[in-house]
């Protein structure tokens, strides 16, 4: 095979991206944390015969990445590795898609670069990558099946391909609601591109009601609690301009997830935002009736019915429009019609996503974790002064107690808790009353236990809101662990 400047792109850009990958994983941004240990835990239950349909402690959130994790922790049960393979392996079958997408919208040889962008760039696509958050992954594949699957029947009307079409659509709704702004669009272009396949929307229904049978059932189950849970906050205006100001900004690169601050500034970040929205605008008037219009659509679709969410109000990183990252890709490379504009354009996204990672990881808005304070990289201090205490049964802070329990294998059984009701039960035990948990088999598993202990971060608000007049009265010792506070009951009091 001889090698041409596009191919020695595409090598150096999956090198590139390889890279960033590692180079975050073994940084401050790569440290596990409290939500990847849920869903880790809820892989390892799998293997034990519970099949939850949502996220714990949430009537949403689809748990397909779940099942698909099991398997891997079922060798290596507490690896970080395996938690986070099928997230990585998602990403890559994404890249993957983003090729097929790109032949049908932009051809070659942007279609290849748009892939290879979609894999470098931004940085919080790289990070994001490679974390075990649930459904992120899998709802990037969503996304361009559904983009893939809307081009297939512009182009030919079939039956099997609107039955595909339909499953991917339910599954899609089980695992994230963040998938209809994609649906909406992409919908709404294929009915106007080829309105005849509507005659084949009892099988798209009859598909999808199949692929939604998760939510369904567990609605069903729950009193359809999926309709009970609280709102989210802002106003359509407020998060609509959040999405454009905000969170779009940080997804092409320009802005700062967390930090939220601009590269370069304000009035350059701002100025390039400006000119991507005019240049993608100017573009898609000329080509809207192409396969390429489904891209534009979509694109102009997403903020208005995003903003519909109350979720959406969220603002400090770009969550909500992470699905929608492939469109943007397949946007910026419709442009890279030659390998010398790839090349520069693939040398400008690794600045910026390096940049994005560099000034992400230094920033006093990411290191916020549990109550302000940045939870360590090592448990095993904590583990090792448990184990020489005896304890195997202790309340923690949401960040702090789904993490020990599972690096531990639930070997030691955290239950959460933040620290804001205390209350004497016997004559020595004391136990914490949470307001919300997202595991609650964990407690009454800590709370029936003898000698309950209570883990806090070194200066967190956690620990000053621990009541230690009541832990002392009931004859309770403190010890520091690392960054770790522990309370516990010497077991010679007991007896």
């Not at 892939?115 to 919080?124: E, M």
């Not at 272009?189 to 798209?204: E, K, M």
């Not at 229904?205 to 069903?220: D, K, Q, R, T």
């Not at 940049?355 to 916020?368: D, E, F, I, P």
Request: hydrophobic share 50%.
């Amino acid at each position: 095979m001889r090698l041409t400047p596009m191919r020695a792109l595409v090598a150096a850009g999956l090198t590139v991206g390889a890279i960033e990958r590692i180079v975050v994983w073994h940084s401050g941004l790569g440290r596990l944390d409290g939500d990847e240990a849920v869903w880790g835990l809820m892989a390892r239950h799998v293997l034990d015969g519970e099949f939850p349909a949502f996220f714990w402690g949430q009537a949403y959130g689809g748990t397909l990445e779940t099942f698909l994790t099991a398997p891997a922790l079922a060798l290596f049960p507490s690896s970080v590795v395996a938690l986070r393979t099928i997230s990585v392996l998602l990403t890559l079958v994404a890249v993957y898609l983003v090729w097929r997408v790109g032949r049908r919208t932009i051809g070659e040889p942007a279609a290849t670069a748009a892939a290879v962008l979609f894999w470098i760039w931004p940085s919080y696509s790289i990070w994001k990558s490679i974390r075990a958050h649930g459904f992120y992954g899998s709802g990037l594949v969503l996304c361009l099946l559904l983009l893939l699957l809307a081009l297939r029947i512009a182009e030919r009307r079939s039956r099997p391909d609107a039955v595909l079409l339909g499953l991917v659509l339910g599954v899609a709704g089980w695992q994230t609601g963040q998938i209809a702004p994609i649906a909406v669009g992409s919908l709404a272009w294929l009915v106007w591109r080829r309105p005849s396949c509507l005659r084949d929307l009892p099988y798209v229904l009859a598909a999808a009601v199949v692929g939604f049978a998760p939510w369904i059932v567990s609605n069903l189950r729950h009193d359809w609690w999926s309709f009970t849970f609280p709102p989210g906050g802002g106003t359509y205006p407020t998060r609509f301009r959040g999405f454009v100001d905000g969170t779009l900004p940080m997804q092409i690169g320009v802005r700062i997830p967390f930090s939220q601050t601009w590269i370069g500034g304000a009035l350059v970040g701002g100025a390039l935002l400006f000119a991507a929205y005019a240049l993608f605008a100017w573009i898609g008037a000329r080509r809207l009736k192409e396969p390429f219009g489904l891209l534009v659509v979509v694109a102009v679709v997403y903020p208005f019915v995003s903003a519909l969410s109350t979720f959406t109000w969220l603002v400090d990183e770009p969550r909500y429009v992470y699905v929608l990252s492939p469109v943007l890709a397949l946007l910026v490379g419709s442009l890279l019609t030659s390998w010398r504009r790839a090349l520069v354009a693939l040398a400008a996204a690794t600045v910026i996503s390096v940049t994005g990672l560099v000034t992400m990881g230094h920033s006093a808005q990411y290191r916020l974790r549990a109550d302000g304070t940045y939870v360590p990289a090592d448990f095993r201090p904590l583990v090792r002064a448990l184990d020489r205490f005896g304890i195997d049964r202790v309340y923690a802070d949401y960040w702090v107690a789904y993490r020990l329990t599972f690096e531990t294998r639930e070997r030691i059984i955290a239950a959460q808790s933040p620290q804001e009701v205390y209350r004497r039960e016997g004559a020595r035990k004391v136990i914490a009353v949470p307001t919300f948990l997202r595991y609650p088999p964990y407690d009454p598993i800590v709370r029936n236990s003898s000698r309950p202990g209570h883990v806090v971060l070194r200066g967190s608000a956690d620990e000053a809101n621990l009541d230690v007049d009541l832990l002392r009265r009931a004859g309770y010792r403190r010890s520091v662990a690392g960054r770790f506070v522990i309370w516990y009951l010497p077991e010679r009091i007991l007896r």
